[in-house]
C-alpha cells in the first residue's frame, strides 16, 4: 500500500505561485495513475487534476486548467502540482491520493490519502 505525504503549503498573495509535492513510500508508487484534490472549509473535497502512472496524459478540473500542473518523477516517487496565478477561490486543503480509475472525477475512486497541506490566498 502506497503512504502518502504532502508538503509546499503556506500563504501567498492573489497572484503568486506554489508547487506542492507528494512524497510516496514503497515501490509501486510508479503502478499507480495519481491525482490532486482540495476542500475549502465547509465544501465537499473537489477534484483538481491526475495524471497517468508514467506521466503521458492529464486531466483538470475547468476551475485549474490553464493556471495549473501536475506531473510526477517516479525516480524519485513524487508528485507535484504547480499552481500558478493563484485565487483566492483556490483556498483550501490539497491532498494527493491514489487512482483506482483513470479518467473519474469522484473522490470514491481514489484512495491512499495523505494528510493534507493548507494553502491561503491573499486578496
Known amino acids: 500500500q502506497v503512504q502518502l505525504v504532502e508538503s509546499g503549503g503556506g500563504l501567498v498573495q492573489a497572484g503568486g505561485s506554489l508547487r506542492l509535492s507528494c512524497a510516496a513510500s514503497g515501490r509501486t508508487f510508479r503502478r499507480y495513475a495519481m491525482g490532486w484534490f482540495r476542500q475549502a472549509p465547509g465544501k465537499e473535497r473537489e477534484f483538481v487534476a491526475a495524471?497517468?502512472?508514467?506521466?503521458?496524459?492529464?486531466y483538470y478540473a475547468d476551475s485549474v486548467k490553464g493556471r495549473f500542473t501536475i506531473s510526477r518523477d517516479n525516480a524519485k516517487n513524487t508528485l507535484y502540482l504547480q499552481m500558478n496565478s493563484l485565487k483566492p477561490e483556490d483556498t483550501a486543503v490539497y491532498y494527493c491520493?491514489?487512482?483506482?480509475?483513470?479518467?473519474?472525477?469522484?473522490?470514491?475512486?481514489?484512495?491512499?490519502w495523505g494528510q493534507g497541506t493548507q494553502v491561503t490566498v491573499s486578496s
Open positions: 491520493a491514489v487512482a483506482t480509475l483513470y479518467g473519474a472525477r469522484d473522490p470514491a475512486a481514489f484512495g491512499s
Open positions: 495524471i497517468t502512472w508514467n506521466g503521458d496524459n492529464t
